[in-house]
């Protein structure tokens, strides 16, 4: 099963990542993800993406495309893998097809969490996330057992460094700019689903194994 995730910054792409990852047992693959490893490991990589991340605005496609293509092609990656945070332009999604298909393979569905941009800032606030395993938390909608670790690995809990109010507001706009044209390519494409990202963290995990168990 090989799953495209859609959706603004703060709809719930990752916390629900996590869990189709969990139920399917497949790689979550979070570019944003990789990018902070990187720059947590003070890579080249990492390096010339810190100040893309840190205004909100997407790093090129010259350094995603390659990266994302090299991950997939990982053993791990043949049974499938739930992709969260690509591809998030057109040239990404282009890439992406094309180096399937030299493969005979495709993308089976492309979910996008539709939530309102007044509820992302709101979410953004109190958002908290595990450095290491990547799972987030919410101070007053998912807050962790214990307060400032993460449930799954035990990690100290972070504030990400764009999760700035006016940090925020950008990423939204490059999301409405960029990214928000992935929704008709992929309605094109036959394989976007919609579903409602302003339930509970539960419902919408229902929602979307409906839809799953549909392939
Ligand atoms: P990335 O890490 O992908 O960030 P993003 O798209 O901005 O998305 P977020 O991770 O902020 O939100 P999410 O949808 O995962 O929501 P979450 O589950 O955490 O990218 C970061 C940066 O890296 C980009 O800005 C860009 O610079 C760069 N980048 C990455 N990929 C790239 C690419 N392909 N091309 C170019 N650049 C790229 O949930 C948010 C909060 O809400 C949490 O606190 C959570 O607990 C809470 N929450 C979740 N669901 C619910 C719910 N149902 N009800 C209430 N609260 C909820
Ligand atoms: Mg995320
Ligand atoms: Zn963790």
Redo the contacts with the bound molecule.
Sequence with gaps: MKIIML??????????AIRIAERYRIPHV????I??SNIKGGTELGKK?KD??DK????P?EL?IGM?LDRISQPDCEGGYVL??????IP?AESLKEALEKRGERIDLALD?EVPDAHIVR??G????CPKCGA???LE??PPEREGLCDRCGSELITRS?DKAETVQG?LD?YHRQTYPLISYYREEGILREID?????DE?FSALEALLSEV
């Design positions: 959706g603004a910054p703060g709809a719930g792409k990752g916390t629900q979070s570019t944003g993800d990018f902070r993406a893309y991340i909100g605005q997407l790093v496609d995603t994302l969260d945070g690509f591809p998030r332009t990404q969490i979410r953004m109190g958002r908290r996330a987030t938390y919410h909608f998912a764009d990423r490059v990202g302003t339930k509970t963290p919408v």
